[in-house]
């Protein structure tokens, strides 16, 4: 079974700084689709970035990008000129092609001024 | 992005009685769309997978006789909670498969259900 590890339950970082949210999962397929969605405070999921395994390039979305090492099987989330409108719970999702996705335990990311 | 609705965004209920959540793709087919159950502070857990013109598929614990799902058209599925119970209370969040973006999947705003 495959399973999706967020080992950061809370963060904190300063408006304008940058914040890396870790994500490890388990798998044994070779070809996946790896996702982060941000749940703020009025709970819709919202889609932030998408990576595809058989992608070597990491995957870019304005302030937000992601460190895809997937030897390691670890897929962390930077986001750069942090905004107070960051603050959210953030889900790392881990999904095999056309099976359902699964999610991590989240990690509740705060952006003080 | 592709764009999922949810209806109603809220409900209370008595015990006892039954609720219809309706979740919509706008702007695309769904296939495939699924139901998710997120209590307070914890993340989703997936309910059943939705597909169009066939029985839904339960994951291992949800009672499908409680949980009845119908997915009647590529744009609709509605979720039933059939003798709702308190325990029954929580965010009910819907999603629908996009094939032609990596199967990424959408999420529609949630409803919050909360039964007397």
């Known amino acids: 079974a495959q399973t999706v590890t967020q080992s950061q339950p809370e963060m904190s970082v300063q408006e304008a700084e940058t914040v890396t949210l870790s994500c490890t999962y388990d798998t044994s397929e070779s070809n996946y689709y790896l996702f982060w969605y941000k749940q703020p405070p009025s709970r819709q999921m919202i889609l932030v970035i998408r990576q595809e395994a058989y992608k070597q390039q990491n995957a870019t979305e304005n302030r937000f990008s992601v460190n895809f090492q997937k030897a390691a099987k670890s897929f962390s989330l930077k986001i750069s000129d942090s905004q107070l409108g960051d603050t959210a719970m953030y889900f790392c999702?881990?999904?095999?092609?056309?099976?359902?996705?699964?999610f991590g335990a989240g990690t509740r990311l705060t952006v003080k001024p | 992005g592709a764009v999922v609705s949810q209806h109603p965004s809220w409900v209370i209920c008595k015990s006892g009685t039954s609720v219809k959540i309706e979740c919509r793709s706008l702007d695309f087919q769904a296939t495939t769309m699924f139901w998710y159950r997120q209590f307070p502070k914890q993340s989703l857990m997936l309910m059943a997978t939705s597909n169009e013109g066939s029985k839904a598929t339960y994951e291992q614990g949800v009672e499908k006789d409680k949980f009845l799902i119908n997915h009647a058209s590529l744009t609709l599925s509605t979720l039933t909670v059939t003798s709702a119970h308190p325990e029954d209370s929580s965010f009910y969040i819907c999603s629908a498969r996009v094939t032609s973006e990596a199967d990424t999947q959408y999420f529609g705003p949630g409803t919050r259900l909360t039964v007397l």
């Open positions: 999702a881990f999904m095999e092609q056309r099976y359902d996705m699964r």
